[in-house]
Each structure stands twice: as structure tokens, then as C-alpha cells.
């Protein structure tokens, strides 16, 4: 005949006999109260499967603990219980399985997680050899906190890696995930990382330094979830290289006083009509940059002067495949210049106003580079008015030229005789011009030859006039 008792009734007076010590009749109340249930509570099976370990019926009773953790993955109840119930079995090694899985799957704010890793480290402490001692078992949470916070960010990923154990011990303290500092990422940070860091935090990261992110869609999660963010740093290096606009002008819209290093590469499928780069809002909303690199830009929306002297801390700019038309002007702090050279002295004008005083490395491409450059030497003699010519560009000492060049240009080229590094691409030069180039740059310690004419004739020859002074030849 069934009970005309309720489930909580019959669960109280099941704990009443098995307080009495009469534990088949604590069963039977506890049974009935569980079948009387489509979805017994958590409390309830662990109350059948303690009074089940105490029959010594650990089969029935590790079915409960079981049933309890697929029902009830949070509750450390099912967890504890299965744990106890397979160690009584001697199967320590899947009680720690147990253990660890349940760390994984308990919230780090349940009050009773302490109880869940307590007995996990108890049970690491016995398995562990006699001799081995693991810090993270015997010293207490607050110290092993303190300890960890004199470590960088990325120290502390590191230690995730010792053992799992230091993984879910370090993964289950939202203090040390409350400041993201990516500034020593060596890859690009996939978005699953900085989704698994805000979940650890409990969503309470204050500070993000952000380095080398695959993905920039990541960082809406990042704002939307933690309320508690008080300082953002996007940090200083972006690379976009394959860039392609749906609109007809690709704009770069949010301002980034930060950005010290940006580089663009648009797609290799504009064509006339295809996506324009707007430069000027560009330089506008990016004052800071110290490296800029455009590159395979086709197009740009505007034929008005490029103004690149804006950017007073740029030091090393790059434009390659791009539209000089006309030529920009140059800021005086650069130390390094790559430009591609296609078009002749009717566009020179800007590089009037260009003064390269710090300039030590330039690289130039096209059948007016020469052009370029002869220009920009005579305007630095007349702004510094000196009539030597080395005094053009006084701290080059690294020169690319991708053109071909005679012997009589090369002469031309008498203010690079500075210059300690020499790239020479150009399908004209022969052995003959080669044998001069030690008279021409004296303090040559690297040279590349590459695409040239050039045999082993040339090659003996420069190398017999700079004698050891050679370090490098391609």
C-alpha cells in the first residue's frame, strides 16, 4: 500500500533511522521517497547512497553517487560521495579522477568547493611518492595566492602547464585572472583563451592589455562581460595583410592614440573601381606611430599632398606597392625608409619640404629611385647649406637599391660612402662595375649581389680590396 507521506517527509524519517542506527528501514524510506520523484534532489541521493555504504552495498551505493553527479554536474555532493565510496573500494587512482573532474565543473563560488579540493589534495598527498612534496598540496590557498602574484601573466599561464593538478588549482582562483596582460605573447592569442580567462575571473578582470590578438570580435565579449574593467590597453602593434573593402573607401575609424606599429596590406584584388585607402584620416586618428607599412594599395581616395611630416614620431615607414602621386612629404624623424619609385622628377615637389637628418636606412625600388634620392640630397645641402655632399644624409649606413644602375650612377652616390650595408639588385651590373664598389663605399662590412651579372671574378676582386673587413656577401 503507498505511503500517504510526502518526499520530504519520508526523506526526514529516513535520516531518523539512520540516526537510530536502523539503516534498512532508513533505506526503504529513502527509496520510496526517490521513486515517489522524476528528479530526486542531490541531498536525497547521497542520504541512499550513505545509507547503502553503511549496508556495505558499495555497488548500489556508487550508482547513487553516480546518478547524483549526472543530475547534479555543480553539487560537489555526487562528487564527494562517489569519491569516498570508490576509495573504500581501493580504486584511489578513479577517485581522483572524480575529484578533478568535479573541479572542472563546480562553480569556484560555491562555498563548498574547499571541502571538494581538500579532499582531492588529500588524496594526491597519499598517491604522491614518499619523498615528493608538491607546494600547491601543502601550503594554504591564501599563501599560494600571494606566491603566484609576484609572477607575470604569462609566468603564471606557464605554471598551468607543471601538472593538472596546478591547472585546476590556478584555473579555480579568480584572483589571479583579474588582470589579462598579453604583453608577452610570442603567438597570436586565439579568442577560446580570453573567453576561458573573464570565466575564471568570474568576470571581474579589472585590467586587459591586449598584444597580439587573432581576433578583435573577442573584445566585445571582453567589455560586455566584465563590469568591473577599469583600464583597456590595445596595445601597441597591429598587422592587418590582406585587407579588402566592401565600400569604395577603406577607412580606419576609431581613434588609437596608443598605436606605436600598424601595418596594412590590401588585397590583391583591387582593381580600378575597388576599395581606396583614406591616408589622411588615417594619419589624423593615429598621431603616435613610430613604424608605418602600406602595402599593394591601388588606389587612394584622395590626390591631395600625403602628409606623412604630421607623425613627428615616426621612425621607420614603408610603402610598397603603392600611389606616389605626387610624392609625400617625409617627416624629419625617420630612421628608416622603403618606398617604391615609378614616376619622375614632375612630382618631387612635397619632398622639398622633406628633411632627413636621422635617416640610417633606405631602401628604394623603381626606375626613378636614383631620381628620388639625388633630389632629396640637394634639398638636405641647401637646408643644412653645405655644399659637401656626405653631408646629405650623414647617419645612413644601410642602402637597398632594386633599379638598374650604371657606373656613372653609381659615382652619383658619392653621399652613401657612409654606407656599411649594401643591397644592389640591378640585372645591369657587371663584374667590371662591381670591381669599383670598394672605392666608392670604403666601409662596407655587408654586401648582397643577388640578381646580378656578377661572377666570380667580380666577387674575387671585392673581396681582395676590403680584405677581412667583409663580413657578409650575398
Given at each position: ?294 602595402c599593394s594599395w591601388k588606389l587612394l581616395n584622395s590626390f591631395l599632398d600625403l602628409d606623412f611630416s604630421v607623425l613627428t614620431k615616426l621612425e621607420h615607414l614603408r610603402l610598397e606597392d603603392f600611389p606616389l602621386n605626387p610624392y609625400p612629404r617625409l617627416p624629419n624623424s625617420l630612421r628608416s625608409l622603403t618606398m617604391d619609385v615609378h614616376r619622375g622628377t614632375s612630382h618631387l615637389a612635397n619632398l622639398t619640404h622633406s628633411y632627413l637628418p636621422l635617416l640610417t636606412e ?97 666577387v674575387k676582386a671585392i673581396v681582395q680590396q676590403l680584405g677581412g673587413q667583409l663580413a657578409w656577401l650575398g
Amino acid at each position: 500500500m503507498p505511503s500517504k507521506k510526502s518526499m520530504t517527509e519520508l526523506q526526514e524519517l529516513g535520516r531518523t533511522y539512520y540516526g537510530r542506527k536502523e539503516y534498512q528501514k532508513a533505506l526503504d524510506a529513502f527509496t520510496e521517497a526517490i521513486d515517489m520523484s522524476n528528479a530526486p534532489t542531490s541531498s536525497l541521493l547521497d542520504n541512499r547512497a550513505a545509507t547503502l555504504e553503511k549496508l556495505e552495498d558499495l555497488q548500489a551505493a556508487l550508482r547513487d553517487g553516480k546518478r547524483t553527479i549526472q543530475s547534479w554536474k555543480q553539487d560537489v555532493t555526487g562528487y564527494l560521495r562517489t569519491g569516498k565510496i570508490l576509495r573504500m573500494m581501493d580504486k584511489p587512482d578513479v577517485a581522483l579522477g572524480i575529484y578533478q573532474y568535479g573541479l572542472r565543473k563546480v562553480s569556484p563560488r560555491d562555498r563548498n568547493i574547499k571541502l571538494l579540493r581538500g579532499m582531492h589534495d588529500k588524496l594526491i598527498r597519499q598517491l604522491s611518492p614518499s619523498k615528493s612534496v608538491d607546494p600547491f598540496v601543502t601550503l594554504p590557498v591564501e599563501l599560494i595566492e600571494m606566491i603566484m602574484s609576484y609572477l607575470r601573466f604569462h609566468e603564471m599561464v606557464n605554471c598551468l602547464r607543471v601538472t593538472k593538478h596546478w591547472h585546476h588549482f590556478l584555473t579555480s582562483l579568480p584572483s589571479l585572472w583579474i588582470d589579462l596582460d598579453l604583453l608577452y605573447a610570442k603567438r597570436p592569442v586565439p579568442p577560446k583563451f580570453i573567453r576561458q580567462c573573464v570565466t575564471r575571473s568570474n568576470g571581474k578582470v579589472k585590467r586587459a592589455v591586449i598584444h597580439r590578438l587573432k581576433e578583435d570580435r573577442v573584445l566585445l565579449h571582453l567589455m560586455t562581460k566584465c563590469y568591473s574593467l577599469e583600464e583597456l590597453v590595445l596595445l601597441v602593434h597591429a598587422e592587418f595583410r590582406y585587407i579588402y573593402s566592401s565600400g569604395w573607401v577603406a577607412q580606419w575609424l576609431v581613434e588609437q592614440p596608443n598605436l606605436q606599429t600598424l601595418k596594412l596590406g590590401g588585397s590583391d584584388k583591387q582593381v580600378l573601381g575597388s576599395a581606396a585607402l583614406d591616408v589622411p584620416a588615417l594619419i589624423k586618428k593615429t598621431p603616435n606611430l613610430r613604424t608605418l607599412a602600406l602595402c599593394s594599395w591601388k588606389l587612394l581616395n584622395s590626390f591631395l599632398d600625403l602628409d606623412f611630416s604630421v607623425l613627428t614620431k615616426l621612425e621607420h615607414l614603408r610603402l610598397e606597392d603603392f600611389p606616389l602621386n605626387p610624392y609625400p612629404r617625409l617627416p624629419n624623424s625617420l630612421r628608416s625608409l622603403t618606398m617604391d619609385v615609378h614616376r619622375g622628377t614632375s612630382h618631387l615637389a612635397n619632398l622639398t619640404h622633406s628633411y632627413l637628418p636621422l635617416l640610417t636606412e633606405l631602401e628604394l625600388s623603381g626606375c626613378f629611385a636614383l631620381v628620388v634620392v639625388q633630389h632629396l640630397q640637394e634639398v638636405i645641402q641647401q637646408r643644412r647649406g653645405s655644399t659637401v655632399v656626405t653631408d646629405a644624409f650623414p647617419s645612413l649606413r644601410k642602402l637597398s637599391l632594386d633599379a638598374d644602375t650604371s657606373y656613372n650612377q653609381l659615382q652619383d652616390l658619392e653621399w652613401a660612402r657612409n654606407v656599411e650595408e649594401l643591397r644592389l639588385q640591378a640585372t645591369a651590373l657587371t663584374d667590371a662595375v662591381v670591381e669599383q664598389l670598394p672605392m666608392l663605399f670604403p666601409r662596407l662590412t655587408r654586401l648582397d649581389l643577388s640578381r646580378t651579372r656578377v661572377t666570380g671574378v667580380g666577387v674575387k676582386a671585392i673581396v681582395q680590396q676590403l680584405g677581412g673587413q667583409l663580413a657578409w656577401l650575398g
